[in-house]
């Protein structure tokens, strides 16, 4: 079976801190990808990664940064983090085109 | 106009009810069509696939395509109450190139099958 873990079940950060969330496949997968979910705007791509140091934006990048430095891990970081920012963020995994999900990160910016 | 519109809901249905879930999209490029399923405090898991215009069926899920009219639906038979969960249909692109593995999700219609 697949597995993507992510580093947080829950997080509660203040507002101009620096977060770090982490992302973990164990299948090999070339492609990772980090959303977040928001009610009624469904699942926003912010960035995505189709190798080892490299990374596409998607449609949401700004205030958001990521690094890859290894296949199996892609993390996300909030550089400074706002209000604006708390969401349910997810990762996920994919060789092809189905995607593999985390259980996801509930990031709540106070 | 959006990329892709999903109706949010939520939907309340009797068990055994036959659901009726859509999506409508505006980018001809879509080549892949996709219902995921998430449960509360999950991440989505793939539900159906399908690239092409027609119904696919996998037990009492049926997925439809209508590529000239660029909507999808997913039909639930007899609904059960573990179907309660949010659906999200997810479009992707042709295949090579940076777009390929990148997807379009739909804002996800929030079901609830009561007993």
């Known amino acids: 079976d697949v597995k993507v873990t992510q580093s947080s079940r829950y997080l509660v950060k203040r507002t101009g801190e620096k977060v770090f969330l982490e992302c973990v496949q164990d299948?090999?997968?070339?492609?990772m990808f980090w959303y977040r979910q928001d009610p009624g705007l469904g699942l926003r791509l912010i960035y995505f990664?189709?190798?080892?140091?490299?990374?596409e934006k998607g449609d949401i990048p700004e205030g958001y940064s990521v690094s890859r430095e290894k296949k199996e891990r892609f993390s996300l970081i909030l550089e400074s983090a706002s209000t604006n920012q708390t969401s349910m963020y997810l990762c996920?995994?994919?060789?092809?085109?189905?995607?593999?999900f985390g259980p996801g990160t509930r990031l709540t910016v106070t | 106009q959006k990329e892709v519109e999903q109706d949010p809901g939520p939907l309340s249905v009797p068990e055994g009810a036959i659901v009726s879930l859509n999506c409508t999209y505006s980018n001809s490029a879509f080549q892949y069509f996709m219902w995921y399923r998430q449960y509360s405090r999950k991440g989505p898991e793939l539900l159906m696939y399908t690239y092409s215009s027609g119904n696919k069926e996998d037990g009492r899920f049926t997925a439809q395509v209508d590529k000239s009219s660029k909507y999808i639906s997913l039909f639930i038979r007899d609904s059960q109450p573990s179907d309660s969960a949010t659906y999200l249909c997810a479009f992707g692109g042709d295949a090579g190139g940076t777009s390929y593995g990148k997807l379009t999700f739909g804002q996800g219609t929030i079901l609830t099958v009561h007993p």
């Open positions: 990664s189709y190798d080892v140091k490299m990374k």
């Open positions: 299948m090999d997968h070339e492609n």
């Open positions: 996920a995994s994919s060789l092809d085109l189905e995607q593999y």
